[in-house]
Each structure stands twice: as C-alpha cells, then as structure tokens.
C-alpha cells in the first residue's frame, strides 16, 4: 500500500466532495463533519460519478439513479444500490490530505 497525496484540506472550502485520482483509480474524496473520507469514484450501481452527487446527511447521493452510500463505510443503503463503494484509509498532515491506496498490480 502507498500514500499518495491527493488534495488540499483548503480545497473542500465551498465543496463537499472532491474528484481525485491515485494509481489509475478515480476517487471521491469527502470533508464531514471535521473529518475527511475517500472512496471509489464510480458508483456501484451503473458507473456514474459520485463526485457529481449530494452529500446529504453524511450519505453521498449518486446524481444518475439517487442511490445513497454512508460516506464513512461506503456501505449501499438499499435500492438501486446494493454493492458497497471501496472505502481507503486517509489521513490529514498540515493541511495535506493523504490517501493510502494499494499500487497498480499490487
Ligand atoms: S448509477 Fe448510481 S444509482 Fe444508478
């Protein structure tokens, strides 16, 4: 596993979501409530991007279907969605945000 540096905690400042990507892989990056949170980009259902969804109540909103994942687990929350997102270890230094993400073939 690597850490990658992936955004500014400054970034968040008028967005709760950020679109990023580490290793190939696309990621939504999430600030609730202090904290920050990374998951798959993509949602489970039909592939459409999370980072243009709403964060409501600490659920990301999928713009396509209105699927809802808990952001903190990235557990699906009932139907259209019924796979969780991959969820990935971050951590915030001086105002870095950091996201730990197995290489590419790894
Ligand atoms: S693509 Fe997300 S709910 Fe259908």
Redesign the pocket.
């Known amino acids: 596993m690597t850490w990658h540096a992936v955004a500014a905690l400054a970034e968040f400042e008028d967005r709760p979501v950020l679109a990023r990507e580490a290793e190939g892989q696309a990621l939504a990056l999430y600030r609730l409530d202090g904290a920050v949170y990374a998951t798959q980009a993509r949602?489970?259902?039909?592939?459409?991007l999370?980072t243009e969804g709403e964060v409501v109540e600490g659920y990301i909103e999928?713009?396509?279907?209105?699927?809802l994942f808990e952001i903190a687990t990235g557990r699906a929350q009932g139907g259209?969605?019924c796979r969780d997102l991959a969820t990935y270890p971050v951590r915030v230094e001086d105002g870095q945000v950091w996201v730990e993400i197995a290489p590419v073939g790894a």
């Open positions: 949602c489970t259902h039909a592939g459409a999370l999928c713009p396509l279907h209105y699927g259209p969605v």
